[in-house]
């Protein structure tokens, strides 16, 4: 499975756009790139998956690059609530591996 | 749906004694799915289970740990004897179906604490 880095945290005031990086250079052409977020201790809350294309839903944006090494998810207007860890995820064969995550912090 | 129900919530033990825990999966997922946080570990896969079969359990650390899925709504994680290394958070999660597109849906995890 791909092993996937994210800086361990960021910050992001409130209102504004949340970019978060993530690089997967050894990603293989049948992983995909999943996020997911855990606020304080709760489960680990999905948020977006992709493969190649860039995809969006009612919490985030996916953007991949076209070599698919990297990708960022982006959070259109952060509030406090989306203070939490996010995980990027390379995912296949049934098994998702959480690294570290990257702490967001959104500051007012 | 109720969602990913785990139970209980809190748990503490003494070392030695044997400990249990359970989750109920979400109606209709064929995957299942136990994890373990710590602070210094982060989130470990431990074990999966597909159609209540285990897959893959190279990530239970030792013979202490077994998990059983007797069926689709039912499964434990039962640690037999406890020690205080396995104060965690342990995590229960279910997907309707397996390959890449699909997510995971997480239970709201079981503290655990052997003093």
């Known amino acids: 499975d791909a092993k996937t880095t994210q800086p361990t945290s960021m910050d992001c005031a409130e209102g504004r756009a949340a970019n978060l990086p993530c690089n997967h250079s050894?990603?293989?052409?049948?992983?995909?790139v999943y996020w997911y977020r855990q606020i304080h201790s709760q489960g680990p809350q999905y948020i977006i998956h992709g493969l190649k294309n860039n995809e969006t839903n009612e919490m985030a944006s996916l953007i991949i690059t076209e070599d698919r090494k990297s990708s960022t998810l982006i959070l259109p207007h952060a509030t406090l609530r989306d203070t939490a860890v996010y995980y990027c995820i390379a995912y296949n064969f049934n098994k998702f591996y959480f690294g570290s995550g990257t702490k967001l912090n959104v500051k007012p | 749906d109720a969602g990913v129900i785990q139970s209980p919530r809190h748990e503490v033990t003494e070392m030695g004694q044997e400990v249990t825990l359970r989750c109920k999966p979400i109606?209709?997922?064929?995957?299942l799915f136990w994890y373990r946080q710590t602070m210094m570990r982060g989130l470990e896969l431990l074990i999966y289970f597909n159609n209540n079969v285990p897959i893959d359990d190279s990530g239970m650390p030792e013979d202490r740990f077994s998990a059983k899925m007797p069926n689709a709504s039912f499964s434990t994680l039962k640690i037999q004897p406890s020690e205080p290394r396995d104060s965690a958070v342990y995590f229960c999660?279910?997907?309707?179906?397996?390959?890449?597109?699909?997510?995971?849906?997480f239970g709201q995890g079981t503290r655990l604490t052997v003093v």
């Open positions: 109606s209709g997922h064929d995957y």
């Open positions: 050894t990603i293989s052409g049948n992983e995909y």
């Open positions: 999660a279910s997907s309707p179906y397996g390959g890449g597109g699909t997510e995971a849906f």
